[in-house]
């Protein structure tokens, strides 16, 4: 399977309706290129922009969803469209879509872990309470979005679920860059599942972003790794590379589940 993961610049000089239709016509680029395209998180106005979460929020069937459905459907790939603010009963929600080469929505996730402690995203969105994979022709994706990489527990659950891959769209900070690439290396090796983690490139809000999206193998090995500005990456993936390095190096059979609380001595 191959897939193109779209590293895209998120600054505050491009407004929204151009970047929408500027992602759209990079989505259709991969025609022919990709099996699976992928998206960073809230690319339409940026994952720090918090004062245009509100102003920007659409409802599922919104313009974002609209145009990512005709660009899959365009360039017949599955699109995993990054995340959007989706608007639903009077609440916010950081909500990633994938989509089928035909432009029908498949999955919706919405971000379980919200980043900012006491601000941001935290405090203006709604949380998500479901985990969610996605059964491609030959691989099954488990999603998470960003912040959500910090959480190991949610990945397992994902897997537990099936996934072979997990697509992490994100907005992560250069200032903790270390810790985005650490991290995506860790979930492919803990869970021997390829990771594919799409960040954004630029500064919106003050906040320079990292860029270096990165493909991992289910050995912990980089497949391929971006750079700081806008770029592609493309790489080939191999699902019963997974089933090989689960049956060759069978650590997921040695959990240990429930373990008990820990005697005080
Ligand atoms: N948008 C985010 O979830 C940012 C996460 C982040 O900056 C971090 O975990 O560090």
Known sequence: MRASLIQIAVDPDEPVDSRRARVARLVREESGRADLVVLPELWPMGAFAYELFAAESEPLNGPT??????????????????????????????????????????????KIHRFGFDKGEAVMMAAGEDLVTV????????????????????????????????????????????HWTLLAQARAVENQAYVLACGTAGTHAGVEQAGHSIVVDPWGEVLAEA?????????????????????QFPALKDRVLGIAAPRRV
């Open 227 to 247: 750079g700081p500005d806008e770029e592609t990456l493309r790489v080939v993936l191999d699902p019963a590379k997974v089933t090989a390095t689960r049956e």
């Open 65 to 110: 969803h609209r145009a990512m459905a005709a660009a899959a459907r365009d360039a017949g790939v599955w699109l995993h469209a990054g995340s959007f603010v989706e608007a639903e009963g009077g609440a916010l929600y950081n909500t990633s879509l994938v989509l089928s080469p035909d432009g029908e929505l498949i999955a919706s996730y919405r």
């Open 135 to 178: 059964d491609l022709p030959h691989l099954t994706l488990g999603v998470g979005t960003c912040y959500d990489l910090r959480f190991p527990e949610l990945f397992r659950g994902l897997v537990d679920a099936g996934a072979q891959a997990f697509v992490v769209p994100a907005g992560w900070p250069a200032r903790r860059r270390a």
